[in-house]
């Protein structure tokens, strides 16, 4: 089992900037690919970032490339992602994800980002 909770969500004005957080414990953490993934109300869950295991490359949805970063701390178990110049349409609810193969994934509770003045 490997627990996953966001942090950092809230309200920010648009053109701002937020940095999330995903603290996993469980297993070993560097076993794990990371995404960042977001839903919409009565919408399915989007990929917005990816990053591997050792933290070496990374992806973007078109949506958010130049403005998200994704990055990891694997002595810390942790995950972020820094958003510059934030939209109104980045309001939703922000999910991690860690992916160890097949079945072996899990999800964060969510964190939710509201971008409006």
């Known amino acids: 089992q490997v627990q996953l909770v966001e942090s950092g969500g809230g309200l920010v004005q648009p053109g701002g900037s937020l940095r999330l957080s995903c603290a996993a414990s469980?297993?070993?953490?560097?076993?794990?690919?990371m995404n960042w993934h977001r839903q919409a109300p009565g919408q399915g869950r989007e990929l917005v970032a990816a990053i591997t295991r050792a933290g070496d490359s990374s992806i973007y949805a078109d949506s958010v490339k130049g403005r998200f970063a994704i990055s990891r701390d694997n002595a810390e178990n942790t995950i972020y992602r820094q958003s510059n110049n934030l939209k109104p349409e980045d309001t939703t609810v922000y999910f991690c994800r860690a992916l160890g193969g097949g079945q072996d994934t899990y999800w964060g509770q969510g964190t939710q980002v509201t971008v409006s003045s």
């Open positions: 469980g297993h070993t953490f560097s076993r794990y690919a």
